[in-house]
């Protein structure tokens, strides 16, 4: 196993750099041979437009008697200094030949032959510069025709022949590594510009200009990327392209694959003599690694068995200075993590117990437990239970009671979570709620209104059904607003967040007072939430424990009728729970 977890791994590693290294040499290529490309686009694109330039000087003056001799010096000096120009007519703004110098036929001069028609002039006069299609001279040399209009109208129009033979000089010039070339193909597909020269020469060749139409087909699939293909030879090749502006052709340049993947292909077998080399020092590694293993292995599969069991304090001691001791310290890192993990899971679980689990998470998050500490605070208390509770449980199998409570705190846990309110106490079919602590929310009482509807809907829900089941249980709701100490209280190992004052009493009382599907709220809450919630108001009521009567207010919820307070003792409905 030690032999394969070393061979394997550089094996792996070999293929990977082969891989990445293919890849990357793929792009430098690619980059390479597009940017050879354009820049022999630009050079050819500059061949035409120096022959442009050149042209441009013979069409400044207006045509008239005394200016015919000026303009067969101007077209002589440009066959002089451009030797691709092979012959030069200079027509006047009205069509008219003026003049016709050539290097292969006699010159003319005012023919008067009308070359208003012709397509070179005619497009020069629309866009002011024309290139005609390669033609071939003899069937061989290509030439093309280029007409340019003057800066005015009586300036005229200059028509040049250009033999594009001359273009191999700028093709010759491009070198991709030993072998690569570049080469130039027409609109048509045919070979215009090519190191080889005989290719040239040889005119339209049909089979040459369908390979390169497929060329370009292929090339254009790829957006401008370099592909993978055959030349006309039929050798693997990697080829980029661009286009020249003005003239509508394309240049191409390739380099053989064999020469552009060279220095993988030496790379491949580098690695494979290192893989080879790697594997018999592995063999002999792992051989030694057998005989000082075994201890520290044990001691690694006792540890990890014991962290896996959940003793998460436990920490494997491996002294061995080489993998096996580190993979200890992982080992012990990462129990040390899970301890942490588990220690804030647990801390959060208990915080949870008595805040909303918003509040719990942020007391975690952020260590501050000085919202657990004790504080004045103005809260809204809200206690609530089921009314025949206490008859109910006493005639009724413990099982269907526990049944029971289960679907009712379910059914207000999902209120209570939503509306984020704090959980202070369980007391059987009992719980106490404050809002407004321990952290602060703007609108307790609407808050606290709101909540208690949903609770009153939620179990009033769940109280056809336990009728139908026999089972005569109701569930009421009482909240009052107040200042109230409030903070955490108990004993180390056990924290519970309460609140303590008359307000407490007071929600405690109401609650009491509180018939089936009855929510009682005192006189501060309803003026809290005066005008945006529908309240009865009850009168004021004794309750126990205060010296004075208390106005009593009643909300209305979904499935209650209009609070009314049974005319009985508020003892006596306490007795009746």
């Known amino acids: 196993m030690s032999f394969i977890a070393v061979v394997v791994p550089m094996v792996a590693n070999g293929f990977g750099d082969a891989w990445f290294g293919y890849r990357d040499q793929r792009v430098m290529l690619d980059l390479l041979l ?31 008697a005394s200016t015919g001799e000026q303009h067969r010096l101007d077209a002589l000096g440009v066959l002089r200094r451009v030797p691709a120009v092979v012959s030069i007519t200079l027509v006047d703004g009205d069509g008219i030949e003026r003049l016709f110098v ?32 390669v033609t071939y001279y003899r069937g061989s040399e290509p030439f093309m025709t280029i007409g340019l209009a003057g800066n005015r109208k009586g ?30 193909l027409d609109q048509l597909g045919r070979i215009i510009a090519h190191p080889d020269i005989s290719r040239v020469l040889r005119g339209i060749d049909h089979e040459t200009s369908s390979a390169m139409s497929r060329l370009r087909k292929i090339m254009d699939t790829a957006a401008g990327s370099a592909v993978a293909t055959r030349n006309l030879e039929g050798e693997a090749v990697i080829v980029a392209m661009a286009p020249v502006p003005g003239v509508d052709w394309t240049v191409f340049v390739e380099q053989p694959l064999s020469e552009a993947f060279a220095s993988i292909r030496f790379a491949l077998w580098r690695t494979g003599a290192l893989l080879l080399a790697g594997a018999m020092f592995a063999a002999a590694l792992a051989y030694w690694l057998a005989q000082r293993m075994t201890g520290p292995i044990r001691r690694l599969e006792e540890g990890t068995e014991r962290i896996g069991d959940g003793e998460l304090d436990h920490r494997i001691k491996i002294a061995t200075g080489d993998e096996l001791e580190r993979l200890a310290e992982q080992f012990n890192q990462m129990a040390e993590g899970l301890q ?55 005639q009724t199998e413990p099982q269907v009671i526990m049944r029971v409570l289960g679907e009712y705190y379910e059914a207000l846990g999902s209120v209570i979570t939503r509306f984020e309110a704090t959980l202070t106490t369980f007391a059987g079919d009992g719980l106490m709620l404050l809002i407004n602590a321990p952290v602060p929310c ?45 903070g955490g209280i108990g004993y180390e190992g056990r924290v519970e967040y309460t609140a303590i004052g008359n307000v407490v009493n007071l929600a405690s009382r109401l609650c009491a007072l509180a018939e089936d599907q009855q929510i009682l709220a005192d006189a501060v809450v309803a003026e809290a939430v005066r005008g945006r919630v529908s309240l009865v108001a009850l009168g004021a009521r004794p309750i126990k424990g205060l010296d004075e009567s208390v106005l009593v207010y009643g909300v209305e919820s979904q499935h209650g009728q209009r609070s009314v307070i049974s005319s009985s003792d508020p003892k006596a409905v306490s007795a009746n729970r």
Request: hydrophobic share 45%.
């Open 34 to 64: 597009r940017t050879q490309a354009a820049s022999a686009a630009t050079t050819i694109e500059g061949f035409f437009d120096r022959i442009e330039d050149q042209l441009a000087s013979t069409v400044q003056q207006d045509w008239s």
């Open 155 to 184: 300036a005229g129009v200059v028509v040049a022949e250009i033999n594009l033979k001359l273009i191999w000089d700028v093709i010759s010039a491009i070198q991709v590594g030993e072998t690569g070339h570049a080469f130039a």
């Open 442 to 486: 703007s609108d307790p009482a609407l808050r606290a209104v709101d909540m208690a509807v949903e609770m009153q809907n939620a179990v009033q829900q769940l109280v056809g059904d336990w009728r139908s089941r026999g089972h005569a249980l109701g569930f009421g709701v009482g909240l009052a607003m107040g200042p109230a100490t409030v």
């Open 102 to 133: 050539s290097r292969i036929d006699l010159n003319r001069t005012a023919s008067g032959v009308d070359r208003s028609r012709d397509l070179a002039v005619s497009e020069a006069w629309l866009t002011g510069a024309s290139y005609g299609p």
């Open 340 to 394: 942490v993990s588990q220690e804030r899971s647990e801390r959060i679980a208990r915080l949870k117990q008595f805040l909303a689990p918003q509040v719990a998470e942020l007391v975690d998050k952020t260590g501050d437990r000085s919202v657990l500490a004790g504080q004045r605070a103005e809260v809204v208390v809200v206690f609530c239970d089921l009314r025949g509770f206490t008859a109910f449980s006493a």
